[in-house]
């Protein structure tokens, strides 16, 4: 598992957005591109950029300030926001991007997944599954679902998705602790899971490590970095340290 810094674009800006409100907004920085190369030097082995404005007008509004991330740092570049199409698919895996996201189209238009990953490749295609009380969000989080997170996890695991970012909303933008048990709801449809939402602690990013052999392979980590409450830095030696001790303790 590795930990997963996020910069969520608004307007340009790197923004925190509380249980994805875009009325409840809280500016941290002008610069996103100065903010990727800070957590690259931190150690980041990878940074997830979510585009917001995409999210709620439905396609891609920061693709723009995306490119500049990309071609800023050295690391890999996951991405979504708006993604309704497999043209902006194409467009943001030919400006650099590792690896896209897709949401909302996860739940109103699955054959597009499903070609997505024909298309790409489903090593270049990941899938998200935002969920409140257990019912999957879409839109930017202001349309709910009667389908259930797991349930569309399971049809995603169907059309070829291999790895989805779980977003437990409640916890979104908190600082309150991931939800471990929805979580583990997730690992038990046989996805991998990059988890999201909560994260406070370097504790908090211990206790989804330990999820990691029942397959979680990333933690998101957003507002807590900004407000100081993980150093990245500190949070990334922590847990690979525990996994390192975890596959030593494994192998005696």
């Known amino acids: 598992m590795i930990v997963i810094p996020a910069i969520d674009l608004k307007d340009g800006r790197c923004v925190r957005l509380v249980q994805g409100r875009k009325s409840d907004v809280t500016v941290y920085a002008d610069d996103p591109v100065a903010v990727a190369r800070e957590f690259q030097r931190a150690g980041a082995e990878r940074i997830h950029v979510v585009d917001?404005?995409?999210?709620?007008?439905?396609?891609?509004?920061?693709?723009?300030h995306l490119k500049a991330i990309v071609e800023a740092v050295d690391v890999p570049v996951q991405t979504g926001g708006g993604m309704r199409s497999l043209d902006a698919v194409?467009?943001?895996?030919?400006?650099?991007?590792?690896?896209?996201?897709l949401g909302t189209v996860a739940l109103?238009?699955?054959?597009?997944?499903?070609?997505?990953?024909?298309?790409?490749?489903?090593?270049?295609v990941l899938v998200g599954i935002d969920a409140r009380d257990g019912r999957v969000a879409v839109e930017g989080w202001v349309e709910e679902?009667?389908?259930t997170a797991v349930r569309l996890a399971e049809a995603m695991l169907e059309a070829g998705v291999r790895e989805i970012v779980f977003t437990d909303i409640s916890r979104d933008g908190?600082?309150?602790?991931?939800?471990?048990?929805?979580?583990?709801?997730?690992?038990?449809?046989?996805?991998?899971?990059?988890?999201?939402?909560g994260v406070s602690s370097v504790d908090d990013l211990l206790a989804i490590a330990r999820l990691s052999s029942r397959g979680?392979?990333?933690?998101?980590?957003?507002?807590?970095l900004y407000t100081g409450k993980v150093d990245l830095k500190a949070a990334i030696a922590a847990?690979?340290?525990?996994?390192?001790?975890?596959?030593?303790?494994?192998g005696s």
């Open 90 to 101: 194409e467009h943001l895996l030919g400006i650099g991007v590792e690896r896209v996201i």
């Open 174 to 197: 908190m600082l309150t602790g991931p939800n471990l048990a929805s979580l583990e709801q997730m690992l038990g449809t046989g996805m991998r899971v990059i988890a999201s939402g």
């Open 216 to 224: 979680v392979t990333g933690a998101i980590v957003g507002k807590a």
């Open 239 to 250: 847990v690979r340290g525990a996994l390192e001790r975890d596959a030593l303790d494994g």
């Open 108 to 124: 109103k238009a699955p054959d597009l997944v499903r070609q997505a990953c024909r298309t790409f490749g489903p090593d270049k």
């Open 52 to 64: 917001l404005d995409g999210a709620f007008d439905g396609k891609p509004k920061n693709w723009q």
């Open 145 to 147: 679902s009667d389908v």
